[in-house]
């Protein structure tokens, strides 16, 4: 039996996350089924399935969307010119990017129209990185570890620095001190890549890891943020292991041990409580390290349609549509896990 269980805060759910859920979720509710995503949603197993079951598509490539369809772009960011592919093939496209995935779109942008070649410390193939590079596609220089800075050879160009949000700041942190010692002039954004949920979970894992043996973290393999959690943990020296269900318990020892148990910022919280349940520690405590306040908006043109949706449903029924109208205005205290069960 585990001896202590620290239940971690800040985990699970970010603010993009959040956003991309009750995105979906509307977009179920107002526009005819089915409704296509480009990429997962967010990289969670459980929740893609949840939408599977209610008729959402997932596709990768803007050739598979059928024409005038109804089609969600995910919160990991799309290329310009591959968001512009949708635009022209659906009927209706909404992009519910996370607003600190578009910060380094941005950045992208400024720097090569400043023409400095981009070095965008990411990992090759994920979502994210690949829709960062297609801002820039040919000046930006995708790279993953410090090695990879010495192929870099832009000795003649001015260089900026960008990152993917999801990074373990372990692994970011000599990659930053090698191309800042490689190229002195270096350009960084004003504020770190690296997402506010990424660090605070992140930090929040540090500080609990000197009272426990082991951590066990909620999340997807592919989940950038979820892994960076565990590299985190053993980068300490400790052991961490990735879970996704009961089942992944079997072959991990949690006999009189103490354990942290936290999750990647796509991870249901149902989850985390089924495995605290499952594991009946002698004695559970919640370790708060911070409190996050952060909220996105709903994508624009998703606000745009429910508003006016909800004029007309105003008008046409004036007694009977309270709520339709009041829906857009209490998002903010509509939360992800409700919206799941909304479904
Ligand atoms: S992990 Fe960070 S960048 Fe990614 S969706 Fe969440 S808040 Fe946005």
């Not at 449903?313 to 903010?332: C, H, W």
């Amino acid at each position: 039996m585990v001896n202590n269980l620290y239940v971690v805060t800040p985990r699970g759910f970010c603010a993009g996350v959040e956003m991309a859920i009750k995105a979906l979720t509307w977009m179920l509710k107002i526009y005819d089924e089915p409704v296509y995503c480009y990429h997962e949603i967010v990289h969670n197993d459980w929740i893609v399935q949840r939408f599977k079951d209610k008729n959402v598509i997932f596709i990768e490539d803007p050739k598979d969307l059928p024409k005038d369809s109804i089609v969600m772009l995910s919160a990991h960011g799309t290329a310009p010119t591959v968001e512009m592919e949708f635009k022209n093939t659906s009927m209706t496209s909404v992009n519910s990017v996370c607003p600190l995935v578009t910060k380094v779109h941005h950045e992208a942008r400024r720097f090569s129209e400043d023409g400095k070649k981009i070095i965008y410390v990411g990992h090759k193939n994920h979502d994210e990185a690949i829709g960062a590079l297609g801002v820039a596609p040919d000046n930006m220089i995708l790279v993953e570890s410090v090695e990879d800075i010495d192929q870099t050879n832009l000795h003649n160009d001015k260089v900026a620095l960008l990152a993917q949000t999801t990074l373990a700041m372990s692994e970011w942190e000599p990659i930053l001190n090698k191309a800042k010692s490689e190229y002195q002039n270096i350009e960084l954004p004003r504020k770190s890549d690296l997402c506010y949920a990424t660090t605070n979970r992140q930090k929040a894992l540090i500080n609990i890891s000197n009272k426990v043996d082991k951590v066990l973290v909620v999340g997807s393999s592919t989940s950038s943020n979820t892994n960076a959690l565990v590299t985190t943990i053993n980068n300490l020296g400790k052991e961490a292991h990735r879970i996704e269900t009961l089942d992944d318990l079997d072959n991990i020892s949690l006999d009189n041990v103490d354990v942290a148990i936290t999750a990647g910022a796509s991870a249901p919280d149902h989850i985390v409580k089924e495995i605290s349940e499952y594991l009946n520690p002698n004695n559970l405590e919640f370790f708060i390290d911070t409190t996050e306040e952060e909220y996105f908006p709903l994508p624009k043109e998703l606000r745009s349609n429910i508003t006016s949706l909800s004029k007309l449903l105003k008008n046409m029924f004036p007694t009977n549509s309270k709520e339709a109208v009041n829906g857009i205005s209490k998002d903010k205290s509509w939360s992800a896990t409700e919206a799941l069960s909304s479904l």
